[in-house]
């Protein structure tokens, strides 16, 4: 049976005063700040999907009149949100960064996350995060990005089956995609990803694809993401010494041929890193989390030194993850020694 669209998506935008905090006072204990009505809804993520159908989303039917009990003293997004029919977004702060959730029915979908919240002089209006407009999804702000996004699903709710919703990977890009018919609606990556993220790109894009079905025209969810790649296979079995995750860079032409920091001669063909403190001769096991894909590499050099990431790969490195063609990536590294 094929399900439709019930009734419009009424879009609109729920703004916080993002100039507000400053996340050293907006933060307690390490967690992203939350007001109270945004944690409640983020409570009800706790319900499977079938059980948010069997409810009938009552469990949180009351979610527009729960508010902090101090206004004053309310760390982030001090603006009422307001009740809307379908969709809203929510700007907020998240790990000291510009963010935005899409809700629909009370529900967070996804959210976008953007640039750092640095202080209260630089942060950017209200009328600023809405200002951009005719911009790729890729290069907006975490509010103009949700915006964009819910109006392609305004567009294709009024003639689009539900249940053409997918997740899928893309060989071509290499991440893991949500589509409605044939249009990309997001790729999740490290600044799109489920509310509360799985940090494992293809779960959130099955929930995330899972959640619009749900909410939009009440179809079955799926089982697994269309076309997910082979897992990777291991490439040596090896004890993990210590794991940290963090940014990724790479590099290669301007440097093939010349000595690198351990004296030896760099290669940008063989599966070297650059490292700022661990041993020459060190291998590590580094997982681009936007693919699961895996590559065990050898530091031979000094580095990154700049933008706050923690592993500069060969050229042949990035290539085998994924990596060359974004040019950085969030990564686990897996410091590896003998069994």
Do not use: C
């Amino acid at each position: 049976m094929k399900h439709r669209v019930i009734g419009g998506l009424t879009v609109a935008v729920a703004m916080s005063v993002l100039g507000a905090p400053l996340p050293s006072q907006a933060q307690d204990s390490g967690e992203s700040r939350l007001d109270t009505q945004t944690q409640h809804n983020l409570d009800i993520l706790s319900l499977s999907d079938s059980e948010i159908s069997e409810t009938g989303l009552s469990a949180i039917s009351d979610a527009s009149s729960i508010e902090p009990a101090d206004p004053e003293s309310a760390t982030l997004a001090t603006s009422p949100v307001q009740e809307f029919e379908s969709a809203t977004v929510f700007a907020h702060a998240l790990d000291a960064r510009q963010a935005a959730t899409i809700y629909i029915r009370s529900i967070p979908v996804v959210t976008l996350i953007g640039g750092e919240l640095e202080t209260l002089s630089s942060t950017k209006s209200d009328a600023d995060l809405q200002a951009t407009t005719g911009t790729d999804v890729a290069d907006a702000g975490p509010v103009a990005q949700a915006n964009l996004i819910l109006a392609r699903l305004e567009g294709l709710a009024a003639d689009s089956e539900v249940e053409a919703i997918k997740a899928r990977w893309d060989d071509d890009d290499e991440a893991f995609v949500v589509s409605w018919q044939d249009e990309d609606l997001l790729t999740v990556n490290s600044r799109i990803i489920l509310p509360d993220t799985t940090e494992d790109p293809a779960e959130d894009a099955l929930h995330i694809a899972n959640r619009l079905r749900r909410l939009l025209g009440d179809a079955p969810p799926l089982e697994q993401v269309e076309g997910m790649p082979e897992p990777p296979q291991p490439q040596e079995v090896a004890v993990v010494a210590s794991t940290l995750t963090g940014m990724a860079s790479w590099y290669g032409p301007g440097f093939h041929g010349r000595r690198s920091a351990s004296g030896e001669v760099f290669d940008q063909n063989a599966l070297t890193a650059a490292h700022r403190t661990l041993p020459f001769g060190t291998q590590v096991r580094v997982t681009n989390l936007n693919n699961g894909r895996q590559v065990v590499v050898r530091i031979n050099d000094r580095g990154p030194f700049s933008g706050g990431r923690v592993i500069d790969l060969s050229a042949a490195a990035a290539s085998s993850i994924g990596l060359r063609s974004s040019g950085v990536g969030r990564v686990r590294l897996e410091v590896l020694s003998a069994p």
